[in-house]
């Protein structure tokens, strides 16, 4: 026989439910949440198998190693056939710790689903409750374990690795028992490795009792700026989603918290630091400063996010993710598929959309031979628990469920014995599903339709509850409503989910009516009502008779609803109802309402209609008193009557005569009369009406005008005035002909208006004006406002123009300003400023017949001397400018340089000196002076005043043969104006220095490379010294520079060779002459060591170099000859003097 395991599926969120499969055809069971305390028996076997990889919908993933954050499903086998298992004996698994506390990581492993509360059944009885914490899972047996005997079982759990290790089997704790348990495919946990991610969505896995979506959108900083339109190698610092949630029943929740972004960086991946929240940025800063704004439509179905990075663009090496989350409609529904898409704004690749759904990894265990297949159906139940408490729906609550199959064509059963139908034959048969638990079904032969549907009785229900709307049926990818066909397939267990939504027992509202008065005989009486249910529901109960109840149709449980009654009244009756409270409906109960009417007889009113004669200002209203003669006298005012309409009192009793009297109504600026008013008399439900007349009159005034002239203008000028009047007529008008002086009165202006005086046009020519404010005035009843209005007029002030001529080049942009002060009765004074020569600028205004004294303020131009012209003063008449030129003559102020020649040296006489000189003035002048003999001085030309002047030697006309020429240093010398500025040029010169040149003659057989060095030493104060060396036989080598008149005494080195006897020339001293050679040759002869044998003396031979009695040594050659042969490719001879010169030296 076969074993196979079957996939329940349903979707969870970090966790799985957990499933326990008894051995057998038909048996099946899960465990859930255990009782808090539970007595541990120590003689349950428990064993666990090797952990196996799964994916986030449980299924497995054989071969594969376990990363941290992977599922792993634990599959564990339990036993407690020879423990006696009593009520309240339980067994644990526990999961291996990592030694540490809290709060880092303490196990390797982790329960995916914590507190998870399901049955624990045996053979389909509940024998107890199963409860996951994060490290342990305990089972506990109830009362219904006493009566079983071999209790055992099959389970599997989804747990999630949490902690990497380098070991491959882990010590878990099987009912107190540590067991080492393989991890998957029996390799280390490893810790989840860096990987750039694309930009795409994802969701956490959902919970049995899940109520909200926690979705993700992920990138890498590289991939949101590719897929976001950024040219390759560039980065984004902002991105767009807009975000859509599926038509499924979701809507996003608003919370600013409940949106963040996270990052992964890839230098420290796996601890997603939070980095910012909607309205909180800059969680985070280590990896960048950011913002998380979002715009959530107002259904709640979509939404715009905007991740920006404020302080830089996104790093290519972190992943970001969007975090945010949507809530459910109810709970979640299993297998339903929940979507959500997001588009980035410019990626040409389109929307991303993520799908998730609750799976229950429940597993069967049914033993089949080849050729058949099986199907198990778990029930699932929306809108209400499981449990023991009142609303909730029994453990043992079974729905039952048709079960007609077709076996394939051409199957005989009597050709297969090993196949027992079931249910004796029947066909169709029914089995009985427990809520929230999965029963297995029997083997079928494979090709067999299996048709599935369901008979619900909502009797089996509590009170409270019953069952809503059809059933739902789900079997791998199809999803039906009422019935669900499949065929069974080869070794294969079919899972189907069959859902049910139990709802509260509807209930009812029962209104009855009390009626108080004496209304007409078969008066009934009607009501809406309106509910808060989901649904709104709303209806009528009718036709009510007083003191009877009637009922509404069917209300929804729970729902609060408001009752109101409809039109009740009753003609010639007031009606007075009590207060209807809203009422909250019961699941299966009634809620009873009494509503009261009180009807008492209609009273009567008074209306009163104001009628006016008279214009007066609009929006006048009228107010009256009344006061009645029934027994409490009742009395009020009717106020805000409006002229021409009527306006009611309140109620009065019947048969009431009441006396009105009007408040007061007058208007000020009007004489007021009133009609008399005569008492009376209210009747039953009817209005008496009265009719009051007000005439108004209104008292008018006027204004007076009295002119007033400061000035001396011309005879017989007359004024004239306008008025408006803010009365309700908006009375204007005008006073004319006003003479200095007199007062001029106006119209008949209404008392109480204020009128607005503006006096037309007063001007004079040749005059300014000034007239005095005119205040508004207001015109009382039967008086004249009096009015005083001065006109003060002055003559038209005149101008000062100045013109600047300038004569002389002075720098560009000068301009010139000027001071006036007049002999006017106000000393009128002021400045005239920024005159650019050649233009005039006038001054401000001047009163006509000023005499005015202008002074100019210091116009003075560095380097110059000033000469101003005269400034008369002048006379300012009216409207006109009176014109002044004023001439500046500028004359530039100069000095000189001189300069003094020194010499320091025995030189020629007769020499004379040169010099150059650049100024650092505007014009940059310069200059030269010639000629200037040694202790002369000479002076330059004009140079302007201030400058700085460089005054350089032409040395090189300077220079003398035979000495070296040292120029002094000079500073730039200032000029000032009539001054010589004097600067001294010292010379110094010194002669010349010679050399020494020696040649070597060899006279003998000796090696060819020999060469041969010399050491001089001088008498001059220095002792100057120093070597020739490196000279070769036949050539001349010469020395460094020795001072001039110096004698030196000059040596030959060690020269000797072997195999030589050698015999070396005399050397004199040598006088050096300015800028010459001193020569000397000198003759070494070689002659070889004679054998041992004996040989004649030689006889000496002269030696050469000897003294002739001159002042130079003799040579071997003459010193033409030697200079004319070794010297000359020295080329030694100076030009021009004379003189054998090898450097001439300047300073």
């Known amino acids: 026989m076969t074993k196979f395991r079957a996939k329940w599926a349903r979707a969870a969120v970090g966790a799985s439910a957990l499933a326990l499969a008894a051995t057998g055809i038909g048996a099946f069971g899960v465990f859930s949440a255990a009782p808090a305390e539970a007595a541990v028996n120590p003689n349950i076997k428990v064993a666990i198998k090797p952990l196996v990889l799964s994916d986030q919908d449980g299924v497995e993933i054989p071969g594969a190693g376990a990363q941290v954050e992977d599922p792993v499903r634990m599959y564990v086998e339990w036993d407690a056939s020879d423990a006696n298992p009593q009520p309240g004996d339980s067994f644990t698994v526990g999961l291996p710790t990592t030694g540490a506390a809290l709060p880092d990581i303490t196990h390797y492993y982790r329960f995916r689903e914590v507190g998870r509360s399901d049955p624990l059944m045996f053979d389909g009885l509940q024998v107890g409750e199963c409860v996951t914490a994060a490290d342990v899972m305990t089972c506990t047996f109830n009362q219904a374990v006493a009566a079983q005997s071999n209790v055992k079982g099959k389970m599997n759990q989804m747990l999630m690795a949490q902690k990497e290790t380098p070991l491959t089997k882990l010590p878990f704790s099987a009912n107190g028992v540590e067991t080492q348990v393989p991890n998957p495919n029996d390799e280390p946990i490893t810790q989840r ?71 992964d960086p890839k230098s420290a991946p796996n601890q997603y630091p939070t980095v910012a929240r909607v309205g909180q940025p800059g969680i985070n800063t280590a990896y960048g400063n950011y913002t998380l704004e979002r715009t959530i439509s107002a259904d709640g179905k979509s939404a715009t996010v ?8 996104f790093d290519p090496a972190i992943n970001y993710e969007i975090v945010y989350s949507s809530k459910i409609d ?14 980035l704004v410019g990626d040409k690749e389109g929307p991303i959309t993520s799908v998730i759904s609750y799976r229950d990894p429940i597993t069967y265990t049914i033993e089949m031979k080849p050729g058949y297949g099986a199907f198990g159906v778990k029930k699932y139940v929306l809108g209400a628990q499981v449990g023991a408490d009142a609303g909730q729906i029994p453990a043992a609550t079974a729905v039952t469920v048709n079960v007609k199959y077709e076996l394939p064509a051409g199957w005989d059963p009597a050709l297969h014995p090993e196949w027992t139908a079931p249910e004796g034959g029947t066909n169709p048969y029914t089995m009985k599903v427990p809520v929230e638990q999965g029963v297995a079904g029997v083997a079928f032969p494979k090709g067999t339709k299996v048709t599935l549907t369901e008979s619900l009785d909502s009797a089996q229900l509590p009170a409270a509850l019953r069952w809503q709307g059809d059933p739902s049926f789900s079997v791998g990818s199809t999803s039906a409503v009422n019935e669900v066909s499949f065929t069974i397939a080869e070794n294969n267990v079919s899972a189907v989910s069959l859902t049910n939504t139990a709802a509260p027992a509807p209930g009812k509202i029962a209104v009855t009516k009390k009626v108080v008065g004496d209304i007409p005989a078969g008066k009934t009486f009607a009501f809406d009502y309106v509910c808060d249910d989901a649904a709104k529901t709303s209806g009528s109960i009718t036709d009510v008779v007083p003191g009877q109840a009637k009922e509404s149709a069917e209300i929804p449980a729970g729902a609060t609803c408001t009752v109101t009654e409809k039109d009740a009244s009753v003609d010639g009756s007031t009606l007075v109802t009590s207060a209807i409270d809203p009422v909250t409906v019961k699941a299966g109960e009634v809620a009873a309402l009494e509503v009261t009417n009180t009807y008492t007889p209609v009273p009567g009113k008074i209306a009163v209609t104001k009628k006016v004669v008279g214009d007066i200002p609009a929006g006048k209203t009228f107010a009256f008193d009344y006061v009645c003669d029934d027994a409490a006298k009742t009395s009020g005012s009717i106020t805000d009557v409006v002229p021409g309409q009527a306006k009611e009192s309140a109620e009065i009793p019947a048969g009431a005569t009441c006396t009105v009297t009007e408040k007061d109504a007058s208007v000020a600026g009007f004489n007021l009369q009133t009609s008399t008013i005569d008492p009376v008399m209210v009747k039953t439900g009817e209005v008496a009406a009265l009719e009051v007349t007000n005439t108004y009159t209104p008292v008018p005034g006027k204004i007076a005008v009295t002119k007033k002239v400061v000035g001396d203008i011309p005879a017989g000028k007359t004024f004239a005035f306008d008025y408006v009047c803010d009365d309700a007529a908006k009375t204007s008008g005008s006073i004319t002909d006003v003479v200095p002086g007199q007062a001029k009165e106006s119209a008949e202006i209404p008392a109480g208006a204020t009128c607005t005086v503006t006096e037309k046009d007063a001007s004079v020519a040749g005059f300014n004006l000034q007239t005095s404010t005119i205040d508004p005035v207001m015109v009382k009843t039967g008086e004249v406002a009096a ?50 020569p050649g233009q005039a600028k006038e001054s401000a205004e001047i009163p006509a017949g000023a005499t005015c004294t202008v002074t100019e303020k210091d116009a003075s131009v560095d380097g110059f001397n000033l000469q101003t012209s005269t400034i008369d003063p002048v006379m300012v008449k009216t409207g006109e400018v009176a014109a002044l030129e004023v001439t500046n003559t500028y004359t530039p102020k100069v000095g000189k340089i001189s300069v003094t020649k020194e010499v320091v040296g025995d030189i020629p006489a007769g020499k004379t000196f040169s010099f150059d000189y650049v100024c650092n003035d505007p014009a940059k002048t310069s200059g030269s002076i010639l000629n200037v003999a040694a202790g002369e001085t000479k002076e330059s030309g004009d140079i302007p005043d201030g400058a700085e002047c460089l005054v350089t030697e032409r040395e090189a006309e300077a220079a003398v043969d035979g000495f070296v020429l040292e120029c002094s240093a000079v500073d730039p010398v200032p000029v000032k104006a009539g001054e ?42 220095a002792k100057t010294s120093g070597s020739i060396t490196d000279v070769a036989a036949g050539d001349t080598k010469v020395s460094r520079d020795i001072p001039a008149g110096a004698t030196c005494t000059v040596t030959e080195k060690d020269a000797s060779v072997d195999g030589f006897t050698l015999q070396t020339s005399t050397i004199d001293p040598v006088v050096i002459k300015a800028g010459e050679v001193a020569t000397l040759e000198v003759t070494n002869t070689y002659t070889p060591v004679p054998d041992p044998s004996p040989s004649p003396t030689p006889t000496p031979s002269k030696t050469p170099g000897g003294h002739d009695g001159g002042d130079r040594p003799n040579l071997a050659r003459t010193g033409a000859d030697v200079l004319g042969g070794s010297l000359a490719t020295l080329t030694l001879l100076g030009i021009g003097g004379g003189l054998l010169a090898l450097r001439r030296a300047r300073r």
Not at 306 to 313: E, I, K, P, S
């Open 193 to 263: 490795l860096w990987t750039e991610k694309n930009v795409g969505k994802y969701a956490n896995s959902l919970k049995r009792d899940s109520t909200q979506i926690n979705w993700h959108i992920t990138g890498s900083g590289r991939r949101l700026s590719e897929r976001a339109g950024m040219p390759a190698g560039t980065y984004a610092n902002k991105v767009v989603f807009n975000d859509v949630l599926g038509a499924d029943g979701q809507t996003l929740l608003p919370a600013d918290s409940t949106w963040y972004v996270r990052v």
């Open 306 to 313: 905007t991740l920006t990075r404020t302080d830089g663009n």
């Open 787 to 836: 009015l005083e209005v001065t006109n003060t007029y002055t003559p038209v002030p005149g101008k000062i123009a100045v013109t600047k001529k300038v004569v002389g080049d002075i720098p560009a942009g000068k301009t010139f300003a000027f001071d006036y002060v007049c002999d006017d009765a106000a000393k009128t004074s002021g400045s005239i400023t920024d005159v650019v």
């Open 330 to 343: 109810g709970n979640v529904i299993p297998e339903k598929q929940y979507t959500n898409s997001a588009t």
């Open 980 to 1021: 010589v500025a004097a600067v001294l040029m010292t010379n110094t010169y010194t002669p010349a220095p010679g050399n020494i040149a020696v040649t070597k003659k060899v006279v003998g057989d000796i090696p060819a490379d020999k060469t041969f060095s010399f050491d001089y030493v001088c008498d001059d104060p």
